[in-house]
C-alpha cells in the first residue's frame, strides 16, 4: 500500500515492512523504515491465524471457515466473469 506519507509493504509470505516519508524535498522523497507494532497478546492473523483456525476445526469436529463447498461458488463466479468479459456479454453464473 502506498500512501501519501508512506508505505506497507508484504512479501506474499511473512515478511512486512513498513516506510515513512522523511524527506521534504522534490517528487522522490527520503523514506525511513519504522517498525511495526504488535498487539500484546492477540490472537495470530492473517494466513497463519486462518491455517491455525483451520487445523483447530478439523481437530474438533467443526466445519472450518474456509471450507471448500463455498470456495467453489467464488471459483465459479471467476469463471462467468472470463467468459462474460471474454464474449463481451452476459454470463449467469451456474452454481
Known amino acids: 500500500m502506498v500512501g501519501t506519507r508512506g508505505s506497507l509493504r508484504w512479501d506474499g509470505a511473512g515478511e512486512i515492512r513498513a516506510e515513512v516519508v522523511a524527506g521534504d ?40 471457515e474456509t471450507v471448500c463447498s463455498d470456495n467453489i461458488k467464488s471459483l465459479a463466479m471467476v ?15 451456474a452454481w
Open 25 to 64: 524535498d522534490g517528487f522522490l522523497r527520503a523514506v525511513r523504515s519504522i517498525d511495526i507494532p504488535t498487539a500484546d497478546g492477540a490472537e495470530p492473523s492473517g494466513h497463519k491465524g486462518a491455517i491455525l483456525a483451520f487445523i483447530e476445526a478439523i481437530e474438533r469436529g467443526l466445519t472450518p
Open 79 to 93: 469463471f462467468s466473469a472470463v467468459e462474460s468479459a471474454s464474449g463481451r456479454r452476459r454470463v449467469e453464473v
